[in-house]
């Protein structure tokens, strides 16, 4: 998003957590309003462009939203939404993004109330790490032809253990996989977590698990580097025999036995080869 959306955004999400401190309990439906709504502007690019449409009047775009969606939806969720639609957004995709953003908020809202905000980050990061090592689950719960309902039905009988935020999480990223792999969508949902709880989440990868005070040490270590508060979410695959992967956003140290061992064989392999000898 460009300054103008991320204002926007950021200004909803203040009016987004006061309306939900006024209905505490409710998180999950009001996440699910959400989702809906979202979709369904999505799935108009009349009503998207409308409602993003900076030559009508705010007031205007308020009112189009609360017509469209006073039967639809309870009151605080209409609440947001006329909140959204009078915001300006540099793009009409800002305003669906940001929509479906509150939605997930809410869910994380209801996590960090019950004080499992960091266990619902972590199981996050778990499922990116499942999604990866089984290539075959990942293109199945990604297959276009199934529909949401049907994805969501395979990954309960595949993940039948995790908090009920993870899955309403999980569930809708399942239902947007047209839009952005479901390891990137996931990824955006630890983001988010991690920052409604005033830390930065870093996956660390292992080839062996490390101990509790192995991972103290790591956590202060990694905060003084970012200059932030941070939350590690450790992985283990033994196929990287030593040292560990470190990630932080776009930001990777690989320092692992294995990158070194390919970072050898890359060399070896771009070497010229020996001239032929005459004799």
């Given at each position: 998003m460009r300054s103008t959306s991320k204002q926007s955004a950021a200004a909803v999400t203040a009016e987004w957590d006061a309306l939900l401190q006024e209905h505490p309990g409710r998180e999950i439906d009001l996440a699910r309003e959400l989702f809906a709504a979202a979709d369904a502007i999505n799935a108009s690019p009349?009503?998207?462009?409308?409602l993003a449409d900076t030559t009508r009047a705010?007031?205007?775009r308020k009112s189009l939203a609360g017509t469209i969606f006073a039967a639809h939806v309870s009151a605080p969720v209409l609440t947001v939404l006329r909140a959204v639609a009078g915001r300006t957004w540099t793009e009409d995709a800002d305003l669906v993004t940001t929509v479906d953003t509150l939605g997930a908020h809410a869910v994380l809202v209801r996590a960090r109330g019950a004080g499992v905000l960091s266990g619902v980050e972590d199981e996050l990061y778990q499922l990116m790490r499942t999604l990866k090592e089984t290539p075959a689950l990942r293109i199945t719960l990604s297959r276009e032809e199934y529909s949401a309902e049907e994805r969501a039905a395979l990954f309960d009988r595949v993940v039948p253990n995790i908090r009920e935020e993870t899955r309403v999480l999980a569930h809708r990223a399942l239902a947007r996989v047209r839009e952005m792999t479901l390891a990137a969508l996931l990824m955006e949902y630890a983001a988010q977590a991690a920052e409604l709880g005033d830390v930065s989440g870093?996956?660390?990868?292992?080839?062996?698990?490390?101990?509790?005070?192995?991972?103290?040490?790591?956590?202060?270590?990694?905060?003084a580097m970012y200059g932030t508060e941070v939350s590690i979410h450790v992985s283990v695959d033994p196929t990287v025999v030593g040292g560990m992967r470190i990630q932080h956003g776009s930001d990777v140290i690989d320092a692992t036995l294995q990158s070194r061992i390919k970072d050898v064989r890359d060399k070896v392999a771009a070497m010229p080869a020996a001239p032929a000898s005459n004799r």
């Open positions: 009349s009503l998207r462009g409308t705010g007031a205007a870093v996956s660390v990868l292992v080839a062996q698990p490390l101990t509790p005070s192995q991972e103290e040490r790591l956590q202060r270590a990694l905060t």
